[in-house]
T-cell receptor, first 114, second 114 residues
Framework: GAVVSQHPSWVICKSGTSVKIECRSLDFQATTMFWYRQFPKQSLMLMATSNEGSKATYEQGVEKDKFLINHASLTLSTLTVTSAHPEDSSFYIC??????????FGPGTRLLVL | AQSVTQPDIHITVSEGASLELRCNYSYGATPYLFWYVQSPGQGLQLLLK??????LVQGIKGFEAEFKRSQSSFNLRKPSVHWSDAAEYFC????????????FGPGTSLSVIP
């Protein structure tokens, strides 16, 4: 089946630093990738949608200069949290979609900003 | 606006009992419909999906769901629950836009009593 990986699985960083999270589709080419954020005991909130080779589309209220998304290839998308602050601490989940097929989700990355 | 509701925040059932998780959606047309399961600290696993055709959909782990257009519902069922089914369950609606975004419901937390 379709497998999506994320790296790292968890990260702790100091306030003000930047953190990069990778999302890879391991056995299929993902024309579209999605980034979600999930707070404890809450549902997933879509942050942005990215298509390979084009700029990401951000949801309302998501700062594109703070959450930089790059989708440079059909198997890799990255989310960079710039100048991270404690309120950015969360569980970040990516998903990848091949053509019209279902989204397949990565295992998530837990970010803790101190 | 499109929305997904899951009326039950938390459900507790005894092992071996039947289960039904409710999901209602609001969308102008027939959407794509999904059920995902999330174990603590993990990503999402697809249980089943409805795109078109037979309104009773079979999924993995013995789950099934029925799409009822007249009720705008897509309830998830399992005839006999196992202790390992304890998890968070998310109903989701896929929008037929160019990006096919998925909107998640708030989730239902399932506890299983041995």
């Amino acid at each position: 089946g379709a497998v999506v990986s994320q790296h790292p699985s968890w990260v702790i960083c100091k306030s003000g630093t930047s953190v990069k999270i990778e999302c890879r589709s391991l056995d299929f080419q993902a024309t579209t990738m999605f980034w979600y954020r999930q707070f404890p005991k809450q549902s997933l909130m879509l942050m942005a949608t990215s298509n390979e080779g084009s700029k990401a589309t951000y949801e309302q209220g998501v700062e594109k200069d703070k959450f930089l998304i790059n989708h440079a290839s059909l198997t890799l998308s990255t989310l960079t949290v710039t100048s991270a602050h404690p309120e950015d601490s969360s569980f970040y989940i990516c998903s990848a979609r091949e053509a019209q097929e279902t989204q397949y989700f990565g295992p998530g990355t837990r970010l803790l900003v101190l | 606006a499109q929305s997904v509701t899951q009326p039950d925040i938390h459900i507790t059932v005894s092992e071996g009992a039947s289960l039904e998780l409710r999901c209602n959606y609001s969308y102008g047309a027939t959407p794509y419909l999904f059920w995902y399961v999330q174990s603590p600290g993990q990503g999402l696993q697809l249980l089943l999906k409805y795109f078109s055709g037979d309104t009773l959909v079979q999924g993995i782990k013995g789950f099934e769901a029925e799409f009822k257009r007249s009720q705008s519902s897509f309830n998830l069922r399992k005839p006999s629950v196992h202790w390992s089914d304890a998890a968070e369950y998310f109903c989701a609606v896929g929008l037929k836009t160019s990006y096919d975004k998925v909107i998640f419901g708030p989730g239902t937390s399932l506890s299983v009593i041995p």
